[in-house]
């Protein structure tokens, strides 16, 4: 475990990658890309969230990481359905433009550990505390998914 005056030097060890896909089937379709989306370059958007692992009634048992997992790919698998574009993946069509796939080819999903404390880490400047290692990089698709 890395102490408090030894942050950035924390590591963090994937455990599990896996594809997490729709609920449901989809059928497979195309949506052509915005203007908007034609003219601006390619960005990948880095986002994480932190949630109270004890979270529910004060007198419920204590959950375990991976029946924490188990309910997170359960409800992506359900959120997908509706927002199955997310399931998705970028393809060029035959006049070089990019469009979009809607095939559920689903989300990479990642089950990491993290060798820190949260409570250690500067949130108020995430690029210095931790230097992109609690967001996944996208390999393929639309959206990557990482647990920690």
Not at 11 to 22: G, I
Not at 66 to 93: D, R
Request: charged share 20%; net charge negative; with cysteine.
């Amino acid at each position: 475990m890395v102490s408090e005056g030894d942050v950035k030097s924390f590591t963090v060890r994937v455990r599990k990658r896996e594809v997490v896909a729709s609920a449901l089937p989809l059928q497979e379709h195309w949506l052509p890309l915005s203007n908007l989306d034609l003219l601006l370059p390619p960005v990948d958007v880095g986002v994480f969230f932190c949630y109270d692992k004890n979270i529910g009634p004060v007198m419920s048992k204590p959950t375990s990481f991976a029946s924490m997992v188990g309910v997170l790919k359960k409800a992506l698998a359900q959120a997908l359905i509706s927002f199955y574009a997310f399931a998705g993946e970028l393809v060029t069509n035959f006049e070089g433009e990019p469009e979009l796939l809607c095939n559920n080819r689903g989300v990479d999903f990642v089950e990491a550990f993290a060798d820190v404390e949260l409570c250690l880490l500067d949130l108020y400047n995430p690029d210095d505390s931790i230097e992109g290692k609690l967001v996944p990089s996208k390999k393929h698709g639309v959206l990557a998914v990482q647990v920690a």
